[in-house]
């Protein structure tokens, strides 16, 4: 996994709440068997007509607002498992979402592919919305180090699991932890239970 | 203090507790199907690993083929090429595997505990969301990301931190023509579809323990639909009962021993949740969906409400512009054209039976399109040797053959742009049958009534 830097950047605002990963990537996009190209498909049916032509409503298709932060409404990411979603949210350049809920697997699917969700106040969140209104250039810093969300002088700590941010400031993968625990995991199988 | 039922289970699975409250959990059951395991087995091999316990591991297709003519080669080619993937996974990887015209393919959570796979007291995980339907047996059973399935397959560990834990409590007697569907979308109606988040739900209570346990898997597998990572309910004589006899349970001795172990598995007296709802039976009536998230549900006679508590009236709104429905109305009387009867939440024999029974001499409404289709290979086969196939036929229903099918429109299954499609599964999602498709979501005897009616009624009318 790529190292989680500081980022600094405007932002895409998408003031919807429990926006689902069907919607981050419908299903009928899921029959690849690599992790890639997912982005073209990204917001897919929010973002295209069925003939293929973009929707200029939609603020992905909208010049105004660009960026590596993506700002959405609560429960970010609920209903499927699909680590698609999280995949073509980095596919398409999104390196930070910021939301006042996230769900649970969205979250850590997120995380295991250096994606940072950033679980703000509802009161913060309403404000971020709107000065990205305001002022689409507003720009965002995100400080993993020091757990810390800012714009103008609006300034929040957000919470991450001490491990998980480990993880993403070294990079490393949840997979280099386990398979190097072969020899406890060994040693449980023959002192439980297991069946 | 005592300890809770999933407290229980998790402590048993513990390899090692970290530092920031996670722990190395240990996995007694993968299941993997097409489309969540291509990219874990491309990661094992990227790093040059093989799997560390093979034998606890089945896979099968089921989201992504299609549910008429198995038999023949798979025509779409993307689909065809991620079914075959997962067959030369697994041949290379030496997983069991049921495949397409084997007699024990199916929806993954439908052949689980039909298999006797799914045991009380175990930990399952799978790349699907739906894998909280296991923990109907008592096991702690959730969905992961692929990241996770590559992770389970090279160390049968995941690193998880510890959910909180929810009790939610029914007591009572069931009104007529109320399913087990009607109660979890009630209770998901009640609590929204971010209610359980952070959270691992144990059901309990007279009517939960009333039920049979096709029922409770229709319970504990919407909990991932209040956020809940899960859902499970205790093991009792109905849960040893199913599991006796089942091609993978313990025989022998060796039931006699696990019924045993698994009697211990309940929430001791002293037991305390994070957090308890109780609820009763008698204020549970049949149910619908009226928006875009599983929590939007009303009892199939009330309005739509004019807003959604505490959440935005913008996200409300557009919710209910996609759906077509105004605030404040009743959907009694609407023309429906599509009925699907199917999913890991609908799709077993129960629930099949429940339909046949109900349209047995009557005839599917001219305006509807009616597709049921069944969760496994022996669903279907149960279905036919007890005669349902030629009853469902008769009233003009398509019988198919097993799959997700159009709970997720990753196959050929779809429902047309702006049409109303009364389901049996679990997600009334923006475009989850189809693009512009909208759904209602409901239990079988609703969808039965609303097939043959060809329009949404108060299907208490409609009972004997």
């Given amino acids: ?51 293929g032509n973009p929707k200029t409503d939609f603020v992905l298709n909208d010049n105004t607002f660009s960026g590596r932060i ?126 | 203090m005592g300890k809770t039922l999933f407290d229980k289970v998790w402590d048993a699975h513990v390899v090692k507790s970290l530092e920031g409250d996670i722990d190395v959990l240990y996995i007694d059951r993968h299941l993997i199907h097409e489309v969540t395991s291509p990219q874990a087995f491309s990661e094992l091999e990227k790093r040059g690993l093989s799997l560390f316990r093979k034998e606890k591991m089945v896979a099968t297709p089921d989201h992504n083929i299609p549910t008429k003519d198995q038999h023949l080669p798979i025509k779409e080619a993307l689909s065809k090429h991620q079914v075959d993937t997962l067959l030369a996974n697994c041949a290379k990887h030496d997983v069991e595997l049921y495949g397409l015209g084997h007699p024990f393919q199916g929806i ?55 959910p909180k834990t929810m009790r939610i409590t029914v007591d009572g007697e069931l009104k007529k023509g109320v399913l087990a569907k009607d109660i979890i979308l009630y209770i998901i109606a009640q609590l929204t579809a971010a209610g359980g988040t952070g959270y691992f739900i144990e059901y309990a209570g007279s009517t939960i323990q009333s039920l049979s346990m096709e029922a409770r898997m229709t319970i504990c597998n919407m909990s991932i639909e209040m956020g809940a990572r899960g859902g499970m309910i205790a093991p009792d004589d109905t849960t040893f009962n199913y599991i006796k006899g089942r091609e993978f349970a313990p025989k022998g001795e060796a039931f006699e021993e696990a019924v045993s172990y698994w009697k211990t598995l309940h929430s001791d007296s002293g037991a305390s949740f994070d957090k308890e709802y109780t609820f009763h039976a008698n204020d549970i009536e049949p149910m619908i969906t009226y928006g875009t998230n599983p929590g939007m549900g009303i009892k199939i006679t009330k309005e739509v409400p004019l807003s959604m508590g505490n959440g935005s009236q913008d996200s409300f709104n557009k919710s209910l512009d996609y759906m077509g429905f105004k605030p404040g109305e009743s959907l009694l009387g609407k023309p429906i054209n599509h009925v699907f009867i ?123």
């Fill in chain 1, 1 to 51: 996994m790529e190292k989680f830097e500081k980022v600094v950047s405007r932002a895409v605002p998408m003031p919807i709440e429990d926006i689902d990963t069907d919607q981050i990537i419908p299903a009928r996009f899921l029959k690849a068997t690599s992790r890639d190209g997912f982005g073209d498909n990204l917001f897919r049916d929010w973002r295209y007509e069925q003939n």
């Fill in chain 1, 70 to 195: 993506l700002v959405a409404g609560r429960n970010f990411g609920c209903g499927s498992s699909r680590e698609h979603a999280a995949w073509a949210l980095a596919d398409y350049g999104f390196k930070v979402v910021v939301s006042s809920f996230f769900a649970d697997i969205f979250k850590g699917n997120a995380l295991n592919n250096g994606i940072l969700p950033v679980q703000v106040s509802d009161e913060y969140l309403l404000g971020l919305l709107d000065a990205i209104q305001e002022n689409p250039e507003t720009e965002i810093t995100i400080d993993l180090v020091n757990q810390q969300i800012s714009y103008q002088d609006q300034k929040e700590t957000f919470k991450v699991n001490v491990y998980k941010k480990e993880c993403l400031i070294n990079g490393y993968d949840d997979i280099d932890y386990l398979i190097n625990m072969k020899s406890e995991i060994e040693a449980y199988e023959a002192s439980s239970l297991v069946v």
């Fill in chain 2, 108 to 162: 993954v959570h439908v052949i689980g505990p039909e298999l006797g796979i799914t045991l009380p007291g175990r930990t399952m995980v799978c790349g699907d969301s739906h894998t909280s339907t296991h923990g109907a047996f008592g096991a702690i059973a959730f969905g992961i990301g692929t990241s996770q399935v590559a992770q389970v397959m090279a160390s049968q560990c995941l690193l998880q931190s510890r």
């Fill in chain 2, 342 to 464: 199917g999913s890991c939440t609908n799709s077993r024999i129960e629930d099949l039976r429940i339909v046949a029974d109900y349209v047995k001499g009557k005839k599917k409404a001219e305006n509807v399109t009616a597709m049921i289709v069944p969760g496994s290979k022996q669903v279907e086969q149960q279905a036919i040797a007890e005669g349902l196939h030629e009853v469902l036929s008769a009233a003009g229903f398509e019988l198919r053959e097993p799959g997700c099918s159009a709970c997720l429109g990753m196959n050929e299954d779809k429902v047309p742009a702006g049409e109303y499609c009364v389901s049996t599964s679990n997600r009334n999602f923006e475009g989850r049958q189809g693009p512009g498709a909208r759904t209602l979501l409901a239990s079988p005897l609703v969808a039965a009534v609303t097939a043959i009616e060809g329009k949404i009624v108060d299907i208490t009318k409609h009972l004997n």
